[in-house]
């Protein structure tokens, strides 16, 4: 089995078309196939290497890694389309040669009036023939006279052309809706039908998996196949991916392109798992048959994946699914992993200065409060304002904080917890300690005792578990000046701050 992904690098890689490589990918390594990365860059004017690399560089962070492509060769090469120009030039001759395609002299302006009119009579537009009876000398001769004509296939006439749709079924279109086809431009560039042809026969590609929006395009693909004498491959349409409102997934429903969800601090592993479910199911573990699982790793869903059990109902974008995903691979991933990934959010956000080994453990250490609670990686520094961001004037402005400091007896649990403070609270059982002698000398317990002491160390009355906040704090407080970190006030100087603050 041999398959291939062949993206237009005329920008970034849309979450559409990584499901679309993605399930080329699960269907070759569940097969023990070869997947073949093409570069389709025959559009000049849009295609760009800054594109093509971001293409490359979002597929190996998805894990989807290809056996021949641009960056890495293979048997079948060149994998660049511009780079393989001579090899489309001498099948539009032998196409031309053996009668099946011809030269067309039409000025776009004939074609334009001609489209309106099909229009305006209510008929699909389509090419009427004009230049069919051009013989090949006359248009040789026009050739050499300085004009620039396209070259088109010459489409039977009332035939129908059939195929079967690995996730569709069966498929049928009549040849008098489709026109003759422009193979090559006047500029000798290839259309998308024609190279497509000769790139996917000469790569011995085997399956064609793809949207379902080339469907039309099948065709007149089949009729390059027989005209040049080529096996086609089995070809399969998936549905598109879609919005929350049914249309097509685009930038008005948020992040669409994968680096966008790269850069909002999804895990590969996330986005893999949740694409890998529109529009198909893993079903049952063979283990036991009794489960229907979702969360699984890209190589048991390759060793589940079979295409003719993905649907052909439109499938639908859910950004909740994929953030419950995401914190479940975030949960389970090794700390020192989601510290480094996350550290351009510390660092953005100023709460980190260098990227030092210190700094790195000292992230990984505070995890346990923010994993559980974020979706993403860019929302754990927010979750960890309080330990760098502590300003009690500030804090005395929000209202939450003012209505716990207006409760019986919180302004006496804030004036005694000073004092109460007798070393670094670096672990529960000290914190604790602390909390029993503001208690003993106040009189207070339970939230009349907590709340105030959360709102004196942290400036919110909401967060982390003390338990966990007041030992990160402690731990901030004890980093060397060079470990790269923002300066951490400790909880007893945060006391002191706040006492005063409140006279």
């Not at 290809?66 to 994998?79: R, S, T």
């Not at 869903?301 to 953030?323: P, S, Y």
């Amino acid at each position: 089995m041999r398959v291939r992904f062949a993206p237009s690098p005329t920008g970034q890689l849309h979450v559409g078309n990584a499901r679309t490589a993605l399930f080329n990918w699960l269907l070759a390594h569940g097969h023990d196939g070869t997947l073949i990365l093409r570069i389709e860059d025959t559009d000049a004017e849009r295609s760009t290497r800054e594109s093509e690399t971001g293409i490359l560089e979002d597929l190996r962070w998805l894990g989807l890694h290809w056996d021949e492509g641009p960056d890495m060769g293979g048997p079948h090469g060149p994998y660049r389309q511009s780079e393989r120009l001579h090899l489309y030039a001498s099948y539009a001759n032998e196409l031309i040669g053996g009668g099946h395609a011809y030269y067309c002299f039409c000025a776009p302006a004939k074609l334009e009036g001609d489209r309106r009119a099909d229009l305006a009579a209510g008929r699909p537009p389509k090419y009427h023939g004009t230049c069919r009876g051009v013989s090949l000398d006359e248009a040789r001769a026009r050739i050499d006279g300085g004009e620039r004509p396209v070259v088109r296939f010459r489409v039977p006439e009332s035939t129908d052309i059939s195929f079967t749709d690995l996730v569709r079924g069966e498929v049928t279109f009549s040849t008098d809706v489709i026109g003759d086809p422009v193979l090559v431009r006047s500029d000798g560039r290839p259309q998308y039908n024609f190279a497509v042809v000769v790139d996917d026969a000469l790569m011995d590609v085997t399956h064609v998996i793809r949207g379902e929006d080339h469907i039309s395009n099948t065709p007149r693909q089949l009729l390059l196949y027989r005209a040049l004498g080529f096996t086609p491959p089995q070809f399969a349409h998936l549905s598109l991916v879609m919005g929350p409102d049914h249309t097509p997934l685009s930038k008005r429903h948020g992040a669409t392109s994968v680096s966008e969800f790269r850069l909002r601090g999804y895990l590969p592993e996330a986005l893999v798992n949740y694409l890998a479910l529109i529009g198909w199911s893993p079903g049952a573990s063979a283990d036991d048959p009794g489960t229907n699982e979702e969360l699984l790793p890209i190589g048991e869903l390759a060793r589940r994946f079979a295409i003719e059990d993905v649907g052909h109902a439109a499938g639908i974008f859910d950004v909740e699914k994929l953030a419950w995903m995401n914190r479940h691979y975030m949960k389970v991933a090794a700390p020192g992993r989601i510290a480094a990934e996350s550290m351009r959010y510390f660092i953005a956000r100023g709460y980190v200065r260098r990227r030092t080994d210190e700094a790195l453990e000292f992230v990984a250490s505070l995890l346990p409060m923010a994993v559980g609670s974020v979706d993403r990686l860019e929302e754990i520094p927010e979750r960890l304002q309080f330990l760098f961001e502590f300003d009690a004037a500030i804090a005395l402005q929000q209202t939450d904080v003012v209505r716990v400091l207006e409760q019986r007896g919180a302004r006496e649990v804030v004036l005694a917890l000073p004092d109460a403070i007798q070393g670094p609270l670096l672990d529960k059982e000290s914190f604790r300690a602390a909390a029993t002698r503001v208690r003993e000398v106040t009189g207070t317990k339970g939230k009349a005792l907590f709340h105030p002491i959360r709102v004196a160390l942290t400036g919110s009355d909401g967060g982390p578990e003390l338990d966990l906040a007041v030992p990160a704090i402690e731990r901030g407080a004890a980093l060397t000046p060079n470990g790269g970190v923002k300066k951490i006030a400790g909880c007893k100087e945060r006391a002191q701050l706040f006492a005063k603050a409140i006279g």
